[in-house]
Each structure stands twice: as C-alpha cells, then as structure tokens.
C-alpha cells in the first residue's frame, strides 16, 4: 500500500512544520511519540531543555547532554533545530539577576552574565541550528511602557534586546536570530512590536525574523487580526514564522476569563465538559479553527518560513497545567493516544 501522507510531506513547499518535543521523546523513554514526530515534522523546537534554567542552572554549570539529543535527534530524523531560548523572564535561576554581594546585579555584571551564556550556548550549537529565539517574551501587555518590566530591562535598560542579538550575532554569525513574543495580533501589542523591531533594524541591530507564538483559542482571535499580524511584519522584510501554535478548546481563556481561571482553581472542574475526551461536534470545530488558520498561512506562505506546533499530542500539553493546574485541554493535532483528530486530517487534506 501507497505510504499514507504526512505533513512534512504536505506542507514541503510552503513552509517548515515543527513541533515542540520534550526530554522523554529524545532519550529513548517515549519512542512511540519519537517516531510519530519524526515522520511528522521538518522542524523541532526543545519545549524546555534550552531554556536558561535547564541548560545553565549554576553559574559555571552547563547542562548540554540533554540538548545535545535533540541535535541528534534531529540529524537522525532529517530534522532542523530552532534554538528556543536565550533571553527571558521566565525560567531563568535566580542567580542570573544577583550580584556576588547577594544584592541585586548591576548592569554591567548583567551584561556580562548575558554575553558569556549566549556564547556557551550558541557558540555550543554554532552551525547546527537554523536559528534563535533570541529573545522572548519582552513586550508588556498593556500600560504606558512598550516592554515588559523585567528584571532584564529593570537592570540592564531598554537597549538589552540590541545587547543580546548582538551577542547570538557573534556567537553564530549564520543562525536566523529572532524575536518572540504571544498575543502579537492583539492590535496594541502587535503596534508595540512593530514599533520596538523597527527601531532595531534603525540601529542595525542584527535581526532576521518574528515569531508570533501563536497560542489560540477556539474563538479567536479573528483570522483576520492573524493575517494583519504576518502582513505588517513581513512588511518590515523579515521572516515571519508561527512558534508555539495550539488551540485551546476549553472555557475561561480570552479578555473576559472565567470565575476558575481567576480564581486559578486547581484541576477539571465543573466548567470543563471534555474531561472524558472531545466529543465530534467538538471536534469538527477544531478542525474548522485549524484549517481557517491554515487557509491564511497559505495565503502568505511566501511571507512564512515555518509553522511550529506547541506539542505533539494533548496528553503532554502544557495547556493541562495552564492556566490552571490539571486540567483535561485537547488543543494538539494527535489525541492522548497519539492518534490523529479530525483537526490533522483537515490540514492534511490541505484546503
Ligand atoms: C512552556 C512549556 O510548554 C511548559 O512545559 C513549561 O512548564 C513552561 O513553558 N511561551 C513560551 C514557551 O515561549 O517556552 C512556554 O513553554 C509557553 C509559553
């Protein structure tokens, strides 16, 4: 019998299709979704495993074992690597922001620490991976200030996104180096992120591309906010790609929230209806949100260098635990079986 299509295969002459993978599916104790990945995806971004926190725990402690099976994972399955990521709030140890006097660094300590962890570890993986995420997530949500009021930009200043390309630039002079940031077709934080990249392409700041991580729920946003959002950054002249894609299919995301999500309730709770699984009409909707998204990817498919999903199937996503802890989510393209839903079919029919 003919091979069954698949999506690297579907997909080849449009645009890279990636999935998130974690450490069990490179090291040989998840060989079930290892296979499925491989003969799935183009592309492969490391859930966790480069984050600073993992790859860089103690100060002259590197931990690259675990991201070296990746690469090899990779070079097995004919795979690229997207290096995710090297600047940003979120998991990244304490120590990064403290001084050798245990108070809080000063910006030159900070731009040290910065530099010699973006050349340990882009310098690690120079010319294996197509490209970094180089910094994440420094946009606010909302306010007066365009960035986010981290510890980075607390200690450093405005200019510690030009400091770290700069860095990922000398580190691996031919890796694309990207921004990455979520809700970027929210129009205000989409403005924002147009105004911030646009500045450093006026400084030359070395940049390539923008990743709209693309965390969606069944009901938005509007596929035409999405379309506006790749239009006016491939207006800027970079690449475009789609980093961390899932639809979330449960109640209490979006501007209004719910009473469990603010409450931040622990497990499925009365306001879940697919614990036990998504029934058809549900997943008919899914599969109808997944291929209006597609429909606009292809639209722009000379804009868009690659489409990366956020997981491979819903058992291991990270929408069970956010944002709320132990819920049942079914926002993948494989169900907890690593069988394919009626959303992969969809987009394997293509159109
Ligand atoms: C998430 C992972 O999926 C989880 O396993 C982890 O506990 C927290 O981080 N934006 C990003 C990703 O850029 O790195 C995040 O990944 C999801 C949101």
Redesign the pocket.
């Known amino acids: 019998a003919a091979a069954e299509p698949t999506l690297r295969d579907v997909y080849e002459k449009d645009f890279l299709i990636g999935v998130?993978l974690?450490t069990r599916m490179v090291n040989g104790q998840d060989a079930r979704a290892a296979d499925l990945a491989g003969k799935q995806f183009s592309c492969l971004t490391a859930?966790?495993d480069m984050?600073w926190q993992l790859i860089h725990p103690g100060p002259d402690q590197f931990n690259f074992t675990t991201a070296d099976a990746y690469f090899e994972f990779a070079r097995k399955h004919k795979m690229e690597v997207i290096g995710?990521?090297l600047v940003?709030h979120?998991?990244v140890p304490g120590w990064v922001f403290q001084g050798e006097d245990g108070k809080p660094a000063i910006r030159d300590e900070l731009l040290k620490r910065m530099k010699d962890h973006i050349h340990a570890v882009a310098g690690r993986y120079k010319g294996k991976v197509r490209g970094w995420?180089v910094v994440?997530?420094a946009l606010s949500d909302g306010g007066p200030d365009i960035l986010r009021d981290s510890p980075w930009r607390k200690i450093i200043g405005d200019d510690f996104l030009d400091h770290a390309f700069r860095f990922a630039k000398e580190a691996d002079p031919k890796a694309e180096l990207y921004y990455?940031d979520?809700s970027l077709e929210n129009p205000r934080k989409r403005e924002n992120c147009v105004k911030l990249v646009k500045g450093m392409l006026e400084r030359k700041v070395p940049i390539d591309g923008i990743g709209t991580?693309s965390?969606f729920q069944l009901n938005g946003p509007p596929v035409e906010e999405i379309e506006k959002t790749i239009k006016e950054f491939a207006a800027l002249g970079l690449k475009v790609m789609i980093?961390?894609l899932d639809v979330d299919v449960l109640p209490g995301r979006g501007p209004q929230g719910n009473a469990d999500v603010n409450r931040r309730e622990q497990g499925d709770s009365t306001t879940n209806p697919y614990t036990k699984g998504l029934p058809a009409d549900m997943q008919e909707k899914l599969a109808k949100r997944y291929a209006e998204i597609f429909d606009v990817y292809l639209k722009h498919r000379k804009s868009i260098s690659r489409v990366t999903f956020?997981?491979l199937g819903d058992g291991q996503?990270?929408l069970n635990?956010?944002p709320i802890r132990g819920r049942t989510n079914h926002p993948l393209l494989f169900d907890r079986e690593l069988k394919p839903k009626p959303a992969f079919e969809a987009l394997i029919k293509k159109g």
């Open positions: 998130a974690n859930e966790n984050k995710h990521t940003w979120s998991q995420d994440n997530e990455n979520y991580q965390h980093t961390e956020w997981g996503t990270w635990g956010f």
